[in-house]
Structures are given as C-alpha cells and as structure tokens.
C-alpha cells in the first residue's frame, strides 16, 4: 500500500549504458515530478507531468526523457550514463499542480551510480 | 543569489536542546511554506505546512513565517535522538509550477 514507489531502489551501471526508473502512485493525484537529489543533498527539479502533460522540463540533458503513460505513472529513461549522472531521483506526486497547496509525496528513491 | 537559503549544518546538539532550523528566501511573491524531514536513506516526509505570518504548532515542532523578513524557521522542542534527519525548508508561489526547496540541514541529536 506504498503512496509511491520507485523501481528499483538501487541502481549500479557502467558509463554509456540505457538505465529507466519507473515510478507509480495510487493517491489519485494529478501531478507528478522527478527530481534529481546530489551528493550535498540539494533537491533540484527535473520534469513535471500534470495529469500526463509535461509541465516543467528544466535545463536537463536531452539524454533523460521522461514518459507518463498515464497520471499513476512517470518513468525517467536515460541514455548515454554519464559519472556525473550518479545521484539519488525520487519520483513525487502532489494533489495541485505545483504542490503549493498540499506539498508533495516522496517516493523512496533511486540511487543511481554510474561507473 | 539563490531563491531559498539554508545553512547546511551540520547542527549537533543534546537530547533536550532545543533546536532552530532556519531559511532565507529572496521572492516576496513566495506564499506557501513547508517544513520536509528525511531521513538517511529514505525520501522526505512533510512535517509542518504553513501559508502566513506566525507561527504553526504541532507537538514539539513549531513553524515560524516573517514574510516581512523574508525569514522562516522550524522550533524542535526537547529534541530527540530520533529527529537525527536532515531537514529541507520548501517555499512556493502562485506563479510557480514546483517548490523551490533549500539545501536542507542535517541535524544530529546525541543520547
């Protein structure tokens, strides 16, 4: 009965490989992010899908494309792994479209190292 | 100059102590103000929400807004070994399409 989950929980691949995250949620909410998590902690926007519309594609590389076959999902592809892709993702959904009203649930999140 | 300001910490105090955790934010448009705790290894968790000027409590937290500031801060009360977490302020606007959150502060409470 996890709110959202993100598969897999860990992540260890080589430099040039294809990686998907997947994310789904069962709170019924129309928005959902991915967000991108460094070493320092800070927590940096990457895409918002609001009932499966992109709405934020912040400066990312075209090598992380994000798709959302429907608003319970949001999957994070990424080509081409780069060292400086390792980092924790977690994948969030909130009931408003930007989560002012009612914050975000968190998944658990990803830790993706790239060797 | 960065949208929302945190001071990284990190912060290590008593069992007890009380403990202030702070943010600074440079948009007067910023409305809407939240408190995530996360813990290692774990997603943040929202802890305390609050959209004006004052302060919010919930049991030993307490959520402080000065909009005239442009300062925000979270009170923990008698502080425990369990609230070792790391603690990220998040602030919004109307205009805006996601939260900005700050670097977050990691807190250690010692037995």
């Known amino acids: 009965d996890t709110a959202v989950s993100q598969t897999p929980k860990y992540l260890v691949t080589q430099m040039g490989n294809d990686k998907s995250i997947k994310c789904e949620q069962n709170l019924g909410h129309d928005t959902m992010y991915w967000y991108k998590q460094d070493s320092k902690k800070f927590l940096k926007i990457m895409f918002s899908?609001?009932?499966?519309?992109?709405?934020i594609n912040e400066t990312v590389p075209n090598r992380f494309s994000p798709k959302s076959p429907d608003k319970a999902h949001l999957n994070l592809h990424i080509n081409s792994l780069e060292l400086g892709d390792s980092a924790v993702y977690f994948c969030a959904s909130s009931q408003d479209p930007a989560g002012g009203f009612s914050g975000y649930t968190f998944g658990s999140g990803t830790r993706l190292t790239v060797v | 100059q960065k949208e929302v300001e945190q001071d990284p910490g990190p912060l290590s105090v008593p069992e007890g102590a009380i403990v202030s955790l702070n943010c600074t934010y440079s948009n007067s448009a910023f409305q809407y103000f939240m408190w995530y705790r996360q813990y290692s290894r774990k997603g943040p968790e929202l802890l305390m929400y609050t959209y004006s000027s004052g302060n919010k409590e919930d049991g030993r937290f307490t959520a402080q807004v000065d909009k005239s500031s442009k300062y925000i801060s979270l009170f923990i009360r008698d502080s425990q070994p369990s609230d070792s977490a790391t603690y990220l302020c998040?602030?919004?606007?109307?205009?805006?399409?996601?939260?900005?959150f700050g670097k977050g502060t990691s807190l250690l409470v010692t037995p």
């Open positions: 998040a602030i919004h606007s109307n205009s805006g399409y996601a939260l900005n």
């Open positions: 899908y609001n009932n499966k519309e992109l709405i």
